[in-house]
């Protein structure tokens, strides 16, 4: 791993911690194991260092979900839908996996992010997409979003409670995929 995303992965997991207002040069550097002048010599700013921090999470994410994806290809609705549970059931919510959150939150206080967190989401669309079109969903690109939305308010409703809520996210994307 690059020092530079070393000093990302720090950004994520202080905002995990303790929120966007955490994040400071000295803290980043202290947990990225490095020093203040290799982390002002790759980020110039705070928004910066936000804003690539989101952009790296995706990434990594986007190509873990396409990999999944792409290594069960040929599954029914149901299949699918079981799958999607199965993999938001094993997310667990470290610090690096909550930071996005925050981000997104962080995105509508500060218009700077907004490209980002909308590239997050297009690149969640895009596996969306990519999926529906695999189970031959009509009109997959108007459905994606709501797909996407959907599992994101159900994963924050878990992270917020503790519970997965009253219906099965299996259940719940069968119901949007099938309306």
């Known amino acids: 791993m690059t020092a530079r995303e070393r000093i990302l992965h720090a950004v994520l997991r202080v905002i995990g911690t303790d929120g966007v207002s955490g994040v400071t040069n000295r803290r980043v550097a202290r947990e990225a194991e490095t020093s203040l002048g290799t982390l002002t010599y790759h980020f110039e700013s705070q ?23 792409d290594a069960h290809p040929g599954t029914s609705l149901a299949e699918a839908a079981a799958l999607v549970e199965r993999v938001a059931v094993d997310t667990r919510f470290g610090h690096e996996q909550i930071a996005p959150l925050e ?52 994963q924050l409703r878990r992270l917020a409670t503790g519970e997965p809520g009253p219906t099965s996210i ?10």
């Open 103 to 154: 981000l997104y939150i962080q995105a509508g206080r500060d218009p700077s992010l907004r490209d980002a967190a909308a590239a997050c989401f297009e690149a969640y669309d895009r596996i969306a997409i990519t999926v529906l079109t695999r189970l031959g969903v009509p009109s997959p690109d108007r459905l994606a979003g709501p797909v996407v939305a959907l599992l994101t308010g159900l």
């Open 170 to 179: 299996a259940d719940a994307v069968t119901m949007l995929v099938r309306e």
């Open 47 to 69: 928004r910066e260092l936000l804003r690539e921090a989101m952009l790296l999470f995706v990434a990594e994410e986007a190509a873990r979900l396409a990999a999944l994806a």
